[in-house]
Every structure is written in structure tokens, then in C-alpha cells.
């Protein structure tokens, strides 16, 4: 196992380009967590993609589900246990740059977290990494450039930004987004930020893509909907596969 990747909302698709399958239902996987939320599917998918071997998560628990941050710890534990040496994490979310509007991509180079919880919060297991762990340079410089330079390759408009993590449930107020602009937040959503914190705290290296699907609360015309979230992750999705592949593809061959 080299690689995994988590599927945000309505981005299930990309596990159908594995080759040699395997699926495993979260229910049946001790410590994986059930999803209550339509677009994920909770299913674990082993298989190839691009010749690389590589664990596909489809399903993940989100803050607003449970109140902490914790649900995707036993998964990505697992997969580091299994060799992987990188997480690839993808996500749905809304763009606070008007350039960047639905169905465009994102990669994501830093990230700015208020969801009010840390998935490393409690007990510190130092077999695992340490107590303290430095965010310099979560979303790996080496691993971004990969993933633009096979955007480049696929005439993929790939933009890059910062992510600003929120706990939901609810969409945000146009007055917050005003403020996360301030910040310096390119986009928003609810998911990813405790992905990347246990996976560097695992010593996994990682990368993360945001499938635009809408111009945040107070940008633009449509009332924000979940709906709406999978509606338009749906058109992004058909080059977030394209261009995981071509990174699987670019990543094998170091």
C-alpha cells in the first residue's frame, strides 16, 4: 500500500476507476467510522489506480456529526500500519474567490482551522508521533508540485489556496465569510483539517484537493444547499478523477 485517499462529498466516483477492487464496508472494520451524511458512502476500497496500490476512502465522519475531531483516526492509523507513505485527501467546498467558481479545483496550501476541536486532543500515544507536532508544511511542497505539474499535463485549471475549516453543520453567514476573506482564506468547508493533522501526525505525507462547488454564502445568487454541494461536485469531479490518476501515475514512478 503506497497511498491513500479520502473522497469528499460527491466525489465517490473515483473509486469506480480502480482496477482489481476490493470493497470493504466501514460496519465490517473495527474502529472505522459509520457516515450519516448522503455522498459518503462508508466503504473501504483496496485496489490499483494507475499501477499504484492504494487505499480508497469513501466515507469519513465529520465534527458535526459527533462534536470532535477524532472519527477518521483509526482509518488513517490503519493505513499508515499498512506502508502507505502518503495521504491524498480530497474535499467539496465553497470558494471565496469569485475567479475560482463551481466546478473548478483547487490544491490546497495551508489550512486554517476553527472547527473549535483537534483530532490530538487527550492522551498522547508517542509510538504513533509526538506531542507536539509542527504544522510547517502540512500539504507537502514536493506533492503539490506533482499534483500541478499533472494538472498542467491534463490542461487542468488548477488553482491553489488556503482552506479554513468550519464545524457546520450549519452554512456560513455572509458576515463570516467577509471575515474568513480577512484571514486570508480562499475557501471553506467542514471536513479535511483533522485528516491532515493525524496523518502528519503519523508521519504521512500529505496533499489535499478542494472540488469547488459553490461561491461561499453572500458571493453569489443560490441559496447554499447540500444538495447544491453535491449537484456541482458531480461536474468537478470528472477531472478530480482525471487528475488523481495522473498523480497516482506520476507518483509511482517517484
Known amino acids: 500500500m503506497k497511498l491513500g485517499i479520502i473522497l469528499g462529498s460527491g466525489l465517490g466516483g473515483l473509486a469506480d476507476a480502480l482496477t482489481d477492487a476490493e470493497r470493504i464496508p466501514y460496519a465490517e472494520l473495527e474502529g472505522f467510522p459509520q457516515p450519516s451524511v448522503a455522498g459518503h458512502g462508508g466503504t473501504l476500497h483496496l485496489g490499483t489506480l494507475s499501477g499504484l ?27 499508515k500500519a499498512q506502508g502507505a507513505e502518503a495521504l491524498l485527501v480530497t474535499n467539496a467546498a465553497g470558494s471565496l474567490n469569485a475567479e475560482v467558481g463551481p466546478g473548478r479545483l483547487m490544491a490546497i496550501s495551508d489550512h486554517i482551522n476553527l472547527l473549535g476541536v483537534n483530532p490530538l486532543t487527550g492522551p498522547n500515544d508517542d509510538a504513533i508521533g509526538p506531542r507536539f507536532l509542527s504544522m510547517r508544511d502540512a500539504y507537502d511542497p514536493e506533492l503539490r508540485a506533482t499534483l500541478h505539474a499533472a494538472a498542467r499535463a491534463l490542461d487542468i485549471d488548477l488553482a491553489e489556496g488556503v482552506y479554513l475549516a468550519t464545524a ?3 452554512f456560513e453567514t455572509p458576515a463570516e465569510i467577509r471575515a474568513f476573506r480577512t484571514l486570508g482564506a480562499d475557501a471553506v468547508g467542514m471536513s479535511t483539517v483533522p485528516e491532515v493533522i493525524l496523518a502528519r501526525h503519523a508521519g504521512l505525507r500529505t496533499v489535499a484537493v478542494s472540488a469547488i462547488t459553490n461561491l461561499a454564502e453572500g458571493m453569489g445568487g443560490e441559496e447554499l444547499s447540500h444538495e447544491q454541494t453535491l449537484r456541482n461536485a458531480d461536474v468537478a469531479a470528472r477531472d478530480l478523477v482525471r487528475l488523481v490518476q495522473r498523480f497516482a501515475e506520476d507518483y509511482a514512478r517517484g
Open 53 to 79: 496500490p492504494v487505499a480508497v476512502f469513501q466515507g469519513r465522519k465529520h465534527v458535526y456529526e459527533t462534536g470532535d475531531a477524532r472519527g477518521m483516526t483509526v482509518p488513517i492509523r490503519w493505513l
Open 168 to 170: 457546520g453543520p450549519t
